[in-house]
């Protein structure tokens, strides 16, 4: 006789239980896996949710981690949408992956849907031999099916710190690059290497190809997809000005997402773990602007008593789909999986899977 199949108890259950509860019940849960669980947290994530990670860091490298430790049966990604998708995807050992809210997902990466890439790709076959002509690079801020439109394609992924080893493994292939989803790493990568404005253009998928000229796509050698960051966008040269104003001799340090007039004005620019390390690393006594999402900031600023750190504007730059990955989603899907019944599964279908670890793979190789 089959056991009757586990039903999961409902998130409902979990909203007025208090913080503390929530807390003393994940450790339970945690215990009650007996080591079958790995808990990732995010960079980014909120202190009540990153305090029961196994293993903090950027999406990939945390992906990577858990795929080394095959191990632990579960991976519970405290994450985004994107980042529980890689982890399945470079997962060798039947991981199951979770994802414990499921509306936890990443503005930027929604901004190139596969529609819209599609489209371009043909819009572009239009004007140019487009797989001789054209490498596809995709960042890993993306969805699975456009890491896999990648494989297919000849292409390959990038991260915010191997970018541009990726952008001249593009150029040694083919005269073009197709650069989605973020405007702004792409661009500020570009900048670093020396390439004219004039051979750059943005594609804004809302347009016919992409709200540009035939001859302008001809005599580009970046095409740069319109999309961003909607924390990293926050910051302004203006807070720049007013933090090298009022304190004489602070470092400011950025990641590559920002805008490019942001960029250009930064001492240090680089991934969230370069920004980490580079703080750690400073004398004592630094004064540092940092310019990326508020949790990793804030974090710095407990952890690094001998310096002083600040957020570089003077607006709440929160990663507001992370944050929908509280206590209460963390301690229920633990809960659940205690009990024998999985919530919240990320699963790429095969296919998908097999072509996007083509475009990882190669990136790997780059690196």
């Not at 509306?103 to 004007?127: K, N, P, T």
């Not at 005269?175 to 989803?181: G, T, V």
């Not at 209460?328 to 919530?343: D, F, I, T, Y």
Request: proline letters at 4%; hydrophobic letters at 45%; aromatic letters at 8%.
């Amino acid at each position: 006789m089959k056991s009757a199949a586990v039903e999961a108890v409902p998130i409902t259950e979990y909203a007025s239980v208090p913080a503390e509860e929530l807390f003393e019940r994940t450790v339970a849960a945690k215990k009650a896996l007996g080591g079958r669980a790995l808990i990732l947290g995010h960079n980014y994530q909120r202190d009540d949710v990153i305090v029961h990670a196994d293993l903090r860091g950027d999406s990939l490298l945390l992906s990577r981690l858990a795929a080394d430790r095959s191990q632990y049966p579960y991976v519970v990604f405290c994450g985004v949408h994107f980042m529980a998708e890689t982890a399945d995807i470079v997962s060798r050992s039947g991981q199951t992956v979770i994802l414990p809210d499921l509306a936890a997902g990443c503005s930027m990466a929604d901004m190139a849907a596969i529609e819209q890439v599609d489209q371009c790709w043909e819009e572009l076959g239009r004007v140019l031999r487009v797989e001789e002509e054209v490498m596809p690079a995709v960042y890993v801020n993306s969805a699975a099916i456009l890491k896999a439109f990648c494989g297919e394609h000849g292409g390959i992924t990038c991260t915010s710190s191997n970018a541009r080893a990726v952008m001249e493994w593009c150029w040694a292939g083919r005269e073009k690059i197709l650069f989605f989803p973020d405007e702004h790493l792409g661009r500020n990568v570009a900048n670093s290497m020396g390439i004219p404005r004039e051979r750059m253009i943005v594609w804004d998928p809302f347009l016919p190809y992409g709200g540009n000229t035939k001859e302008a796509i001809r005599n580009a050698t970046l095409i740069l997809w319109k999309g961003h960051c909607s924390v990293h966008q926050m910051f302004q040269p203006a807070h720049v000005e007013y933090f090298r104003n009022t304190y004489p001799g602070i470092q400011v340090a950025v990641h590559p997402e920002c805008h490019e007039d942001v960029v250009n004005q930064a001492d240090v620019v680089g991934s969230t773990e370069c920004l980490i390390r580079t703080v750690k690393q400073a004398p004592a006594g630094t004064l540092w602007a940092v310019g990326t999402e508020l949790n990793l900031v804030n974090r710095l600023k407990q952890e690094e008593t001998d310096k002083r750190v600040f957020f570089l504007s003077s607006t709440v730059c929160r990663c507001a789909t992370m944050f929908r990955i509280d206590a209460a989603h963390l301690c229920w899907s633990l809960e659940n999986l205690a009990r024998g019944c999985v919530v919240n599964r990320i699963s790429v279908p095969d296919d998908d899977k097999a072509l996007a670890r083509v475009a990882l793979d190669r990136m790997m190789a780059v690196s």
